[in-house]
């Protein structure tokens, strides 16, 4: 029997139908002051709480002019939204830069690539949330941009925060070994590369993110691994996507249709990005005993309510049976051109990181089995080396006791 997936005949166009989702998007929405949605029609200004049915239409509208034409700007959809009458502003600069970053707003919480932090910088520019306590990886490369990048399609315009959509075997690697390391790795299995492994022996600390871009993002400096804490939204997006090519996500109208475009994925990577984070999860816990009971004490969800909770994370990362439905193929053995094309860089990364890493006592020793042949036989010298020296000891022993023996019967 395969796995339980509670998001069956979940739909993305307007708001998708994830358990979990309504407590996010409502979560989402209490951090925004009420200027944000100021230009919605009929929007209560009086109400103490901001409810999603008070967005819904607009939401729901920006998912659809994405959906049909993904070649479309921020300030574009603006302009579609206030020619469809969703919103009003203010005849000033002040009116459309709040309709822009409602906008941009939305956009943020479909594709979950981002969360916007619209107050947090001038309003020159266009911010979004540091999901990464300082580090600047390849997912977020920078936090803010002029706001005249708004005008650009959207893939060239969140290109400009960084590489949320990686393609295919594309990495930004500028370290001489780092890119060796990237060519010359060619393989990972979980047995060498596990969470258990990575916690135990790399002495990383696991942060749970709400950011599906800074999934498998590593910072070797804290050492600190972010991971993706909701997986069913991938599954949720891959449904979404028909054989016809309609009925796409919002994350997927996010693509470059630009074949030129060595830096953004095109609409089948986006596909293929979404398996191999799902599949990532298989590989770090599931397919390995120690790291499957691992994951509770990880706490995915500390701090967070029942209802915000993604019972598919537990479902991918402990149960052994998985559900091939999906285009995800579970193997002994992972190329990672092949499997993990579009995380191969992250990948490669966290594999060396650990490669990196020594055991630095006995029980990392013990613990630390990823050349199983050298396990062996370092244990097994041990063991033998250990036994001898105990026979030594105790014939040494035999040999004192005989020695005083003889002492005390000199006349014998």
């Known amino acids: 029997m395969g796995m339980r997936h509670p998001l069956k005949g979940a739909t993305y166009e307007g708001f998708p139908s994830l358990p979990w989702y309504d407590w996010w998007i409502q979560s989402q929405l209490a951090q925004q002051p009420k200027e944000l949605f100021a230009c919605i029609q009929d929007f209560d200004h009086e109400s103490e709480e901001i409810s999603f049915d008070a967005i819904k239409s607009v939401y729901s509208k920006v998912s659809t002019i994405i959906i049909n034409d993904g070649e479309l700007g921020i300030s574009d959809i603006v302009q579609k939204l206030l020619d469809d009458g969703r919103i009003t ?10 309709a822009m970053d409602l906008v941009f707003s939305i956009t943020g ?12 910088c001038p309003p020159s520019e266009l911010c979004i949330a540091d999901e990464m306590d300082g580090y600047r990886g390849e997912a977020h490369i920078c936090l803010k941009q002029s706001r005249i990048s708004s005008n650009r399609r959207l893939s060239d315009f969140l290109l400009g925060f960084g590489l949320m959509l990686p ?3 594309h990495h930004t690697f500028e370290d001489v070994e780092e ?6 790795l060619k393989s990972v299995d979980s047995s060498t590369l596990n969470m258990h492994l990575l916690v135990k022996i790399g002495g990383i600390s696991v942060n749970w993110t709400d950011c599906l871009a800074c999934h498998l993002e590593l910072d070797k400096n804290e050492r600190a691994l972010y991971l993706f804490r909701y997986p069913s939204f991938c599954v949720a997006n891959l449904r979404n996507r028909s054989t016809d090519g309609n ?36 590989l770090l816990f ?7 009971e691992l994951l509770r004490k990880l706490r995915p969800f500390k701090h967070v309510p029942l209802d915000g909770h993604d019972d598919f994370l537990l479902d991918v990362c402990g149960k052994k049976q998985f559900n ?55 244990w097994a010298v041990i063991v033998v080396g250990g036994m001898g ?24």
């Not at 502003?89 to 709040?98: C, F, H, L, P, W």
């Not at 919480?109 to 947090?120: A, E, H, I, N």
């Not at 992972?334 to 990364?349: G, K, N, T």
């Open 89 to 98: 502003v203010a005849k000033d600069v002040r009116g459309i830069e709040m």
């Open 109 to 120: 919480w479909q594709t979950m690539l981002y969360r916007p932090d619209v107050f947090s």
């Open 167 to 169: 393609p295919r075997n």
């Open 179 to 184: 890119m060796k390391n990237f060519s010359r």
């Open 247 to 282: 009925g796409w996500s919002v994350i997927h109208s996010c693509a470059s249709s630009l074949p030129s475009n060595t830096h953004w994925a095109a609409s089948q990577d986006v596909t293929e990005l979404l398996q191999e984070i799902v599949l990532s999860y298989r």
């Open 286 to 292: 599931n397919q390995h005993v120690k790291s499957r």
């Open 324 to 378: 091939s439905s999906l285009g995800i193929i579970e193997r002994d053995t992972y190329e990672l051109a092949r499997d993990f094309a579009h995380l191969r860089s992250r990948i490669v990364r966290l594999n060396t990181y650990l490669d990196d890493r020594k055991p630095r006592s006995w029980r990392e020793l013990w613990l630390d089995n990823r050349d199983s042949a050298s396990w062996l036989t370092f």
């Open 389 to 412: 020296l105990i026979l030594s000891f105790l014939q040494l022993v035999f040999q004192i006791v005989q020695v005083a023996m003889a002492v005390r019967q000199p006349g014998s």
